[in-house]
């Protein structure tokens, strides 16, 4: 994709037993062209309030909580 519309959402460092992660999440508002995973990776749109019911990893929640938050 080409992304047209990006701003920086939440800087996270988790600690798992190990190892720790850092990740940036950032909200993209608008692009061109379809996403597609480069590899093999499948994808899906979801709606916020459906991330709660998928398999997200621990680091994931923070940002989840967030952007349940900004579409209520």
């Known amino acids: 994709v080409e992304l047209a ?3 920086p959402c939440m800087h996270l460092e988790h600690a798992y ?3 720790s ?3 940036d999440f950032h909200l ?3 692009w061109k ?3 597609a995973g480069l590899e ?3 994808l899906r749109w979801e709606s916020p309030a459906q991330l709660g019911d ?3 990893l621990p680091a994931d929640v923070p940002v989840i909580a967030a952007l349940q938050q900004m579409a209520s």
């Open 5 to 7: 519309s990006v701003e």
């Open 54 to 56: 998928q398999d997200i």
């Open 17 to 19: 037993p190990a190892p």
């Open 33 to 35: 062209n379809d996403p």
């Open 28 to 30: 993209v508002r608008g």
């Open 21 to 23: 992660v850092t990740i």
């Open 40 to 42: 093999g990776q499948a």
